[in-house]
Nanobody, 125 residues
Framework: QVQVVESGGGSVQPGGSLKLSCAVK?????????MGWYRQAPGKQRELVAT???????KYVDSVKGRFIISRDIAKHTLSLEMNSLKDEDTAVYYC??????????????????WGQGTQVTVSS
């Protein structure tokens, strides 16, 4: 079984900073591929915020470029999102996503997509 667990959400004033963390937890041997952060604001669809490949190549939605930094630790299967210069419109539930493959008998099984439970980020004065 694989679980994705987020932490680090909270409330902050505009212009402030927050850091989100995500960990893939399992008793199995795994490989993680692309990992990313998504968010869903009230009344809106879930949208991609930032992703990073297993090779460390990041990608950001235009609205957060220059303000957010995504990073990962391949060995520890963890992901973080440093959010700076936060704006009201960044308010949303943030979800971590990980493409994970179980390794069985030394062979990587087809990867599956796993989601965390979400963590609330509120930016308000």
């Amino acid at each position: 079984q694989v679980q994705v667990v987020e932490s680090g959400g909270g409330s902050v004033q505009p212009g402030g900073s927050l850091k989100l963390s995500c960990a893939v937890k399992t008793n199995n041997v795994i490989s993680t591929y692309d990992m990313g952060w998504y968010r869903q604001a009230p009344g809106k669809q879930r949208e991609l915020v930032a992703t990073v490949t297993s090779g460390g190549i990041p990608k950001y939605v235009d609205s957060v470029k220059g303000r957010f930094i995504i990073s990962r630790d391949i060995a520890k299967h963890t992901l973080s999102l440093e959010m700076n210069s936060l704006k009201d419109e960044d308010t949303a539930v943030y979800y971590c996503n990980a493409e994970v493959s179980l390794v069985v008998g030394g062979i990587a099984q087809p990867a599956r997509s796993y989601w965390g439970q979400g963590t609330q980020v509120t930016v308000s004065s």
